[in-house]
């Protein structure tokens, strides 16, 4: 990494270094972004904030201007999306944890076993949630695991009427939680990841060690669906391009900045593409303000 070989750059940054390993390795671009999230709070800029891009910088002399920009974005992606558990929980001391009632009640709503998600209850959800107190420390303590949202029974009741018969690709899977839910309904679904995440994630068999790439070549399939692609990823385009692909469907959040590659998503023009108020309200918690979209392939 030192002597600053841009195709070593390139490969270390497709393996998603946590923002202290970027900060320790490119510390005068992260100067540049604390200066960027410090000039845009002081003149109230909500939409630099909410989208999570900041002025390109002056060019060093390092790195291509186009990496060097990228890992900036990335660093403020990551400041904006994870911040830190005392930030988001509010524990400035100590270990992280429920208490015995609120632990109880998530795990009663959300899991089968341990951090084994299940498909949640609406109902019972929106009873218990409101009776949390420690809202807050959920998101937290799951993400180090690789889970960013929990899927209601209605919301995969509404993505089997969606899907139907048609041959289904779940990439970038992680545990396959998601893509366990949809065959459980009789769906025809294959989850596949990279395993990029196998330090933190126990990928199941289940789960296909692929490249998104290479899955969509493989399989052909007629729906993709991606749950939390991360910010500005190298895989998405790939979608787009697959010939035999109607729609693909992508839950994330509202905040561009935190998932998705939307470049990807505005260049292209083959598909159509909304968010799904509905599907996205079927996303718990709420807190999280996530968002589903479908892109629709356009007719000839």
């Given at each position: 990494?030192?002597?600053?070989?841009?195709?070593?750059?390139?490969?270390?940054?497709?393996?998603?270094?946590?923002?202290?390993?970027?900060?320790?390795?490119?510390?005068?671009?992260?100067?540049?972004?604390?200066?960027?999230?410090?000039?845009?709070?002081?003149?109230?800029?909500?939409?630099?904030?909410?989208?999570?891009?900041?002025?390109?910088?002056?060019?060093?002399?390092?790195?291509?201007?186009?990496?060097?920009?990228?890992?900036?974005?990335?660093m403020?992606?990551?400041?904006?999306?994870?911040?830190?558990?005392?930030?988001?929980?509010?524990v400035?001391?100590?270990?992280?944890?429920?208490?015995?009632?609120?632990?109880?009640?998530?795990?009663?709503?959300?899991f089968?076993?341990?951090?084994?998600?299940?498909?949640?209850?609406?109902?019972?959800?929106?009873?218990?949630?409101?009776?949390?107190?420690?809202?807050?420390?959920?998101?937290?303590?799951?993400?180090?695991?690789?889970?960013?949202?929990?899927?209601?029974?209605?919301?995969?009741?509404?993505?089997?009427?969606?899907i139907?018969?048609?041959?289904?690709?779940?990439?970038?899977?992680?545990?396959?939680?998601?893509?366990?839910?949809?065959?459980?309904?009789?769906?025809?679904?294959?989850?596949?990841?990279?395993?990029?995440?196998?330090?933190?994630?126990?990928?199941?068999?289940?789960?296909?060690?692929?490249?998104?790439?290479?899955?969509?070549?493989?399989?052909n399939?007629?729906?993709?669906?991606?749950?939390?692609?991360?910010?500005?990823?190298?895989?998405?385009?790939?979608?787009?391009?697959?010939?035999?692909?109607?729609?693909?469907i992508?839950?994330?959040?509202?905040?561009?900045?935190?998932?998705?590659?939307?470049?990807?998503?505005?260049?292209?023009?083959?598909?159509?593409?909304?968010?799904?108020?509905?599907?996205?309200?079927?996303?718990?918690?709420?807190?999280?303000?996530?968002?589903?979209?479908?892109?629709?392939?356009?007719?000839?």
């Amino acid at each position: 990494m030192k002597k600053r070989n841009p195709k070593k750059i390139q490969k270390w940054l497709a393996k998603y270094p946590s923002l202290n390993e970027l900060r320790t390795e490119f510390p005068e671009q992260w100067i540049a972004v604390q200066q960027a999230i410090s000039q845009a709070a002081q003149d109230r800029d909500v939409t630099t904030l909410q989208q999570g891009m900041i002025p390109q910088k002056k060019a060093s002399k390092e790195l291509p201007p186009e990496l060097e920009n990228y890992i900036c974005q990335r660093m403020f992606q990551l400041v904006v999306k994870n911040q830190g558990l005392s930030d988001v929980t509010g524990v400035k001391h100590g270990k992280v944890s429920f208490n015995w009632f609120n632990g109880y009640i998530i795990q009663k709503l959300l899991f089968l076993d341990d951090l084994e998600r299940k498909p949640a209850s609406l109902f019972w959800f929106r009873l218990f949630w409101p009776l949390i107190w420690q809202k807050n420390y959920l998101m937290p303590l799951v993400e180090p695991k690789g889970i960013y949202c929990f899927y209601s029974r209605a919301f995969i009741d509404e993505l089997v009427k969606i899907i139907g018969s048609q041959s289904c690709l779940e990439i970038a899977a992680g545990d396959g939680t998601l893509s366990g839910f949809l065959q459980d309904q009789g769906v025809r679904i294959t989850a596949t990841d990279n395993r990029s995440w196998d330090h933190s994630i126990e990928y199941p068999k289940s789960v296909i060690n692929m490249d998104a790439k290479k899955a969509l070549k493989t399989y052909n399939p007629e729906v993709v669906i991606c749950s939390w692609p991360p910010a500005n990823n190298n895989f998405e385009a790939d979608v787009f391009k697959t010939n035999t692909v109607n729609t693909y469907i992508v839950i994330g959040s509202q905040l561009k900045s935190a998932s998705g590659n939307w470049n990807s998503y505005k260049d292209q023009n083959l598909f159509s593409f909304e968010e799904d108020k509905h599907l996205s309200s079927l996303i718990i918690p709420p807190e999280l303000s996530s968002a589903v979209y479908i892109f629709r392939r356009k007719a000839k």
